[in-house]
């Protein structure tokens, strides 16, 4: 299993900045792609960045991922700049075997998520 538990979302005002965080933990970590995904109430959920890819091509040039590997501990990174209203959602780190699934937002492993609210 793989445990995810997310921080560092917030409210800030359009053009602001934020960086998520995720602590990963588990067993054969190296045998799952992981990144990070977004749901807005009423959306449906959406790939917004993985270890393999990147960010979603409509999300590179404001949001960058990165990942910090020392010893056992491992911790996902979610940058975000230039925050626009239509980032509000609730963002989540994920695990999966498969990155495919990732792209599209869906996750086998999911942490509790955090609050992101941006306002005009």
């Known amino acids: 299993a793989v445990y995810l538990v997310e921080s560092g979302g917030g409210s800030v005002q359009a053009g602001g900045s934020l960086r998520l965080s995720c602590a990963v933990s588990?067993?054969?970590?190296?045998?799952?792609?992981m990144g990070w995904l977004r749901q807005a109430p009423g959306k449906e959920p959406e790939g917004v960045a993985t270890d393999d890819s990147g960010a979603a091509d409509s999300l590179k040039d404001r949001f960058t991922f990165s990942e910090d590997n020392k010893g056992s501990t491992k911790t996902l990174y979610l940058q975000m700049t230039n925050l626009k209203p239509e980032d509000t959602a609730t963002y989540y780190c994920g695990a999966d075997l498969r990155e495919s699934k990732l792209r599209r937002g869906l996750a086998d492993y999911r942490g509790q998520g955090t609050q992101v609210n941006v306002s005009a």
């Open positions: 588990g067993d054969r970590l190296g045998d799952y792609y």
